[in-house]
């Protein structure tokens, strides 16, 4: 059995995975402020039962030597040696790697983007994460902090970002940033009114769907990939949300008439992918 772990915002979610790659147990607790990150994560993994293997996916900047350097949406965790604190309590080898990088390695290996050469998969949740796939290798760059594309500025003169910096792609285009352009309604509430017609949240909608093609654009127009795979709680209600992103997309892109244009899907692995793919960090390394 492998174990696998996504600390996210507002959650931490680990999976047992069999040797077949599919979920057999799961359970959850809430994220804690960084300084009982280890204990969480550790009661998470002794819930879900023996193992021989680990991984954790954590938001920010992850070290190839699994420290937290930086990570503005988990209080507290700067400059954090997680791997050698949680391979101390529990004596086993652990993995640790970015949590997008992780959803992005689950979705590739058994979600949407299987059988991609090249592939961005994005996260919308609390902020935004991405992960790469280019010539069918998982990208973690020269430092391990490859794919932070929810902090690519889009408006310098935009609002604060929990990162320091203004404008960011995560404060328009994430589940928080779904809120800031309704007002602060949230997000969740605006998806259901938008699902039942109403004029208003489908604005918002749509406002909030060209923000994500705008930074989809921008990733494309870089690497070129031949899918993207969006996913994280917004869509949930891909229904409603992935048409009017598509749509802006083809009118944001450079030259359309004239490249192929990358398959823009919904994630399938849900809530989990990131955990998944935190189990399959030792088949990517």
């Not at 932070?148 to 589940?175: F, N, Q």
């Not at 127009?221 to 009017?244: C, E, F, K, L, Y």
């Amino acid at each position: 059995m492998k174990i696998g772990i996504d600390v996210g915002g507002t959650k931490c979610l680990g999976v047992a995975v069999d040797d077949s790659g599919k979920v057999v147990q799961q359970y959850r607790l809430p994220t804690p402020h960084a300084d009982a990150l280890c204990d969480t994560l550790v009661e998470i993994v002794a819930q879900l039962g023996e193992f021989k293997f680990i991984g954790i996916g954590v938001p920010g900047l992850i070290s190839p030597e699994g420290v937290i350097r930086a990570s503005p949406n988990l209080v507290g965790a700067k400059e954090l040696a997680l791997r050698q604190m949680v391979e101390d309590r529990l004596g086993k080898k652990v993995l640790v790697e970015n949590d997008a990088t992780c959803a992005a390695l689950g979705e590739w290996k058994s979600g949407a983007a299987h059988g991609a050469t090249d592939a961005w998969v994005i996260t919308l949740g609390t902020g935004i994460g991405g992960g790469f796939i280019s010539g069918s290798v998982l990208q973690r760059g020269a430092h391990g902090f490859a794919g932070e594309v929810g902090h690519m500025v889009v408006d310098p003169d935009g609002p604060l970002c929990p990162c320091g910096r203004k404008g960011c792609w995560e404060r328009y285009a994430s589940g928080n940033g779904l809120s800031f352009l309704a007002n602060g309604e949230k997000g969740e509430d605006v998806l259901s009114r938008a699902k039942a017609g109403a004029a208003d949240a489908l604005g918002v909608v749509d406002t909030f769907a060209k923000w994500v093609a705008l930074g989809l654009v921008n990733l494309t127009n870089m690497t070129d990939p031949d899918v993207i795979v969006v996913g994280g709680g917004v869509i949930v209600s891909a229904d409603v949300v992935m048409p009017r992103i598509a749509h802006w997309f083809e009118q944001l892109l450079y030259s359309p008439q004239h490249r192929a244009h990358p398959r823009l899907v919904a994630a399938q692995l849900g809530e989990q992918a990131g955990a998944i793919g935190a189990a399959m960090l030792n088949t990517s390394v």
